[in-house]
């Protein structure tokens, strides 16, 4: 009796489990069943045990796993970043592929490597200014081409050095007045003429600026300066117990062309003086200018004017005189001084003027381009005898050559 009632049992549990196949499907009742009962001989059903575990989601089917985020298939890998598939692994700046490294500066391809100035590639180093490719090292003033040093005004270029006040080409130290022609200093060593006299073009008017008691480098240099800026020459008629004082400005004068001239040696009245002391006063004055410069004078000027016969006689030399007298000594106005020549002179004129006052030389500094723009060549006294073709006669009186 209890036999058949077990039996009964299980097939009212079978019937149960047929009533619910068309909702899980055959194949997963008898799934199902196979893995829940198995029948004894004598037609008892019994648990399977082998087969318990499947219940168990550690131990799932293959197809039914990929709910198991922790055994995730490999194509399902993808959500999990850290077990991402190579071609996946993009957006995992700890594993980028080679071609996707570019985005980590930590490992740039080479190509890619020029934004990352630590390894710019050779070409692309020009930015890096630590260390810029020779042709591109210009715009680094510490490594400048020699063309461009021109902008360093510690190393211009004798081309660009006009822009330097210090150093201002010819024609820009002119204050506006226009320099004589190029060619006049080019002809001034033409052969076949006597020392001390240069080319120049006779048919031009002359005159001879000339300055008394010098030397005195502080007026003389500034009126060499403008002459020659002019391409003018002038003569100084020198004290000789001044000369060694102001040497080179003498050697200065001798070398540039200058007339180096005798106002006897210690500036006497020599109208008082005998023929001894008046014959010692010039020698001794052309004995020191030519061992200072190494030129012996050639005219020489009586201090104030002062003659007689006895001076005439006692000179050994020309003597030059002035027909315009500045005053320049007397007014010491530069503006007084110029106003005394410009527009009164005229060809073969002397002028008197003196190498002591600093208004004197401010006067020659405008004097000097003034004259030349009127058309007058300005020479030294021996040029202007020479190009009027008078021969100088020691102990004659020249006030003008004409």
């Known amino acids: 009796m209890k036999k058949q009632l077990k039996t009964m049992l299980v097939a009212g549990f079978m019937a149960?489990?047929?009533?619910?196949?068309?909702?899980?499907?055959?194949?997963?009742?008898?799934?199902?069943?196979?893995?829940?009962?198995?029948?004894?001989?004598q037609g008892v059903g019994h648990p399977d045990n082998a087969q318990e575990n499947s219940s168990d989601v550690n131990a799932l089917p293959p197809e039914e796993q990929a709910a198991d985020t922790n055994a995730l298939a490999p194509a399902e890998q993808a959500a999990d970043t850290n077990a991402l598939a190579p071609a996946e692994q993009a957006a995992d700046t700890n594993a980028l592929v080679p071609a996707e490294q570019a985005a980590d500066t930590n490992a740039l391809a080479p190509a890619e490597q020029a934004a990352d100035t630590n390894a710019l590639a050779p070409a692309e180093q020009a930015?890096?200014?630590?260390?810029?490719?020779?042709?591109?090292?210009?715009?680094?003033?510490?490594?400048?081409?020699?063309?461009?040093?021109?902008?360093?005004?510690?190393?211009?270029?004798p081309a660009e050095q006009a822009a330097d006040t210090n150093a201002l080409a010819p024609t820009e130290q002119t204050a506006g007045v226009p320099l004589p022609p190029a060619d006049t200093a080019a002809t001034q060593n033409v052969p076949n003429l006597p020392a001390g006299i240069r080319a120049l073009d006779p048919t031009k008017p002359m005159i001879a600026l000339t300055y008394d008691d010098g030397p005195f480098a502080a007026v003389g240099n500034?009126?060499?300066?403008?002459?020659?800026?002019?391409?003018?020459?002038?003569?100084?008629?020198?004290?000789?117990?001044?000369?060694?004082?102001?040497?080179?400005?003498v050697q200065r004068m001798a070398r540039e062309g200058f007339e180096v001239a005798n106002h006897t040696q210690d500036h006497p009245n020599l109208k008082k003086?005998?023929?001894?002391?008046?014959?010692?006063?010039?020698?001794?004055?052309?004995?020191?200018?030519?061992?200072?410069?190494?030129?012996?004078?050639?005219?020489?000027?009586?201090?104030?004017?002062?003659?007689?016969?006895?001076?005439?006689?006692?000179?050994?030399?020309?003597i030059i005189l002035w027909n315009i007298d500045t005053n320049d000594w007397k007014t010491k106005s530069a503006q007084a001084t110029v106003n005394a020549v410009l527009g009164k002179v005229k060809d073969g004129d002397i002028v008197l003027m003196h190498e002591l006052y600093s208004s004197t030389a401010a006067a020659t500094e405008t004097l000097v381009p003034a004259l030349v723009s009127q058309g007058f060549q300005l020479v030294t006294v021996s040029e202007l005898a020479f190009y009027k073709g008078k021969t100088l006669t020691a102990g004659q009186v020249y006030y003008s050559i004409r």
């Open 222 to 249: 500034r009126i060499m300066d403008v002459m020659n800026l002019y391409g003018g020459k002038c003569t100084f008629f020198m004290v000789g117990n001044r000369v060694t004082s102001y040497a080179a400005e």
């Open 127 to 157: 930015a890096d200014t630590n260390a810029l490719a020779p042709a591109e090292q210009a715009a680094d003033t510490n490594a400048l081409a020699p063309a461009e040093q021109a902008a360093d005004t510690n190393a211009l270029a």
């Open 273 to 318: 003086l005998g023929a001894a002391q008046i014959q010692a006063q010039v020698n001794a004055c052309n004995d020191v200018i030519q061992a200072v410069s190494g030129v012996r004078p050639t005219v020489m000027r009586l201090p104030g004017g002062n003659k007689n016969n006895t001076v005439l006689a006692n000179t050994g030399m020309p």
């Open 16 to 41: 149960g489990l047929m009533m619910i196949q068309p909702v899980y499907g055959a194949e997963v009742t008898s799934a199902a069943v196979k893995q829940v009962i198995r029948m004894d001989a």
